[in-house]
């Protein structure tokens, strides 16, 4: 399902008006970063997934490019 798809109050961009910034999961910041997904994952999922692999923001902060590029 796409994030559009989603009821507003679910929204990272929607929820980050609305609540501010605390209210949002990293995974949540993360995608709005993002901006997009891939074919059949959304932003979030996406973001949720580069979380785990680099175990966490700081982590993913430190990677190297082609290691986030992958």
Do not use: Y
């Amino acid at each position: 399902m796409r994030i559009s798809d989603w009821p507003d109050s679910e929204r990272p961009r929607e929820k980050l008006v609305k609540q501010g910034a605390a209210a949002l999961s990293d995974a949540e910041l993360l995608a709005i970063f993002l901006r997009t997904g891939t074919p059949g994952m959304t932003a979030v999922d996406l973001a949720r997934q580069l979380l785990k692999q680099f175990g966490g923001l700081r982590g993913l902060l430190n990677a190297s490019l082609s290691d986030f590029s992958k």
